[in-house]
């Protein structure tokens, strides 16, 4: 049987003998699990309920036996108050990997329930390492830094551009900032990397949703393309045999998040409300309530991209620059 991820039923994590017996006698049992996983078997293959790791054929949260569905994998959860939400959701995924953190209150709460080695990526002096490293020191975790440049930006692109299923600006730049993150956790043994992807959508934290004028229908509809974000991640991370785990986007937690309205998650002019106080309880306050810009943004990485686009003749079209690249490869 090949597993790729890992698997829990009721909050228990299960061993590789359990889900070889589970998937073999017992479908009911099989459809109840929880976890990142795609596995296959016998013809039969089994996705996690929201598809976060990749599982060629197999749509996610279905299990497929030749080709037909013989079940959907959905774990029955109950009802539990956001910060024990997140906690569970860390917790299942803390017995190993690495924590990409960017200093903001999303990575940052991730850092402190899971305990495990950091990573952060960004140019010389860019916001997001000065940021980490300050996290990092107050809370007393490992923290490497990966350092790039001009050259390795524009070297990352090129092998970012032609996975990733979105040619997009942003798309391209978040993903050649993950490029990074990945090729580190390959070279230091972290299969799994704990990531705060998610948190946006579900709390409220884009800057646009101050002047939302249907805060609703713009959560939903962003939260309906997490599945593409997710898509894009991963596909950077198989370039180095990793794959990005998402705490946020654990059924617990997005069970927690649907119950908030949307109202309660942007107010006062503060994004992500209720995630910020359920961080409250871990994270100093300042740290909580810490407004900082995306990944892409804080690394410096998408500056260096727009400047490597005017530099190859796109002056006013980054999007052209990625098309060139693409199809130069």
Known sequence: ???????????????????????????????????????????????????????????????????????????????????????????LRSDEGAVALSGGVDSALVACLARRPCVVVGLPGSHDVCRAREVADELDLPLATVLVDEERIEDALRRVVPVIPRLTPVDAAIATTLYFVAEWANIHGHRRILAGQGADELFGGYARYLASADLAGDLARDIADLPAQVA?????????????????????????????????????????????????????????????????????????????????????SVQGYLIHVRGAD
């Open 232 to 316: 894009r991640d991963q596909a950077v991370a198989g370039l180095h045999g990793t794959f990005f785990s998402l705490p946020y986007a654990d059924v617990r937690v997005v069970r927690a998040a649907r119950a908030i309205p949307a109202a309660e998650k942007v107010q006062g002019g503060v994004r992500k409300q209720p995630l910020r106080r359920t961080a409250e309880r871990y994270l100093p306050h300042s740290m909580a309530f810490y407004e900082k810009k995306a990944m892409q943004y804080g690394s410096g990485v998408w500056k260096t991209i727009r400047m490597l686009a005017r530099r190859n003749g796109y002056t006013k």
């Open 1 to 91: 049987m090949e597993i790729t991820g890992w698997v829990e039923r009721g909050g228990v994590r299960l061993d590789e003998s359990e889900i070889e017996r589970m998937a073999r006698h017992d479908m009911e049992a099989l459809c109840s699990c929880g976890g990142e996983f795609f596995f296959r078997w016998d013809g039969c293959s089994a996705r996690d309920h929201f598809g976060i790791v990749p599982g060629e054929g197999c749509p996610a949260g279905t299990v497929l036996c030749d080709g037909a569905v013989r079940g959907h994998i959905n774990p029955p959860v109950a009802a539990m108050p956001l910060d024990e939400a997140v906690a569970e959701a860390v917790r």
